[in-house]
């Protein structure tokens, strides 16, 4: 299984960017982007299950995923970006045992990682 992030860059406050995964290997229904900036732990951006999205609170109204299942692709559209958006954004895929219990933005549920693509936001 391999999944590869795409669509990072440095921009200004404001504007926008397209974040692209492309997993390969194998097909998950539950992925997620997660972010981390310098110093601070991974958390949650936002996450799509069987068509069903979630959000983190800091990105809500400014923030929309989707997949385009029949290109195994995950897209993160992130709009109206702030300096605070700037981190290592990294997609993951996992099974959904949230499901069972737990939480979609819990790093545990996904099994699998990319290498991250960077998004720099600048005031």
């Known amino acids: 299984v391999e999944l590869v992030e795409s669509g990072g860059g440095s921009v200004q406050t404001g504007e926008s960017l397209r974040l692209t995964c492309v997993l390969s290997?194998?097909?998950?229904?539950?992925m997620a982007w997660f972010r981390q900036a310098q110093g601070k732990r991974r958390e949650a951006v936002a996450g799509?299950?069987?068509?069903?999205?979630n959000y983190a609170d800091s990105v809500k109204g400014r923030c929309t995923i989707s997949r385009d299942n029949g290109k195994n692709t995950l897209y993160l559209e992130m709009n109206s970006l702030k300096p605070e958006d700037t981190a290592m954004y990294y997609c993951?895929?996992?099974?959904?045992?949230?499901?069972?219990?737990?939480?979609?933005?819990?790093?545990?549920?996904?099994?699998?990682w990319g290498q991250g693509t960077k998004v720099t936001v600048s005031s």
């Open positions: 799509i299950y069987l068509g069903a999205q």
């Open positions: 290997g194998y097909t998950y229904n539950n």
């Open positions: 993951g895929a996992g099974h959904a045992k949230f499901r069972y219990g737990g939480s979609w933005s819990s790093s545990s549920e996904y099994l699998h």
